[in-house]
């Protein structure tokens, strides 16, 4: 059974950073792009960013363009969500998502076949 799993949410003051993991096992991980996702209280989940397989030229929601940086370790099945210059309305649960769309990078939550429980990040002002 796939599993999917974030680390490395919490609080941290506006200006501050955080650096989410996700780890993946019982898929075989250089076969699928990779996205992280957020939701808020109240609102819709959206794409945060996205990566093919080989980490190629990922794709950022305008929010977060120059402030997040998304990266993968193929060998080591783990995907990562740098997050600088953390703004309170970054306050959100995140998730990891693998999709079969292996070559495109896309933040359309539907190509998402494998999620994990999420991770929280909370950030006050």
């Known amino acids: 059974q796939v599993q999917v799993v974030e680390s490395g949410g919490g609080l941290v003051q506006a200006g501050g950073s955080l650096r989410l993991t996700c780890t993946v096992s019982e898929l075989t991980f250089n076969d699928f792009g990779m996205g992280w996702f957020r939701q808020a209280p109240g609102k819709e989940r959206e794409g945060v960013a996205c990566?093919?397989?080989?980490?190629?030229?990922?794709t950022y929601a305008d929010s977060v363009k120059g402030r997040f940086t998304i990266s993968r370790h193929n060998a080591e099945n783990t995907l990562y969500l740098q997050m600088n210059t953390l703004k309170p309305e970054d306050t959100a649960m995140y998730y990891c998502?693998?999709?079969?769309?292996?070559?495109?990078?896309?933040?359309?939550?539907?190509?998402?076949?494998?999620w994990g429980q999420g991770t929280q990040v909370t950030v006050s002002s």
């Open positions: 990566i093919t397989w080989s980490g190629g030229t990922p």
């Open positions: 998502a693998a999709s079969p769309l292996q070559f495109t990078c896309t933040l359309a939550r539907a190509r998402y076949d494998y």
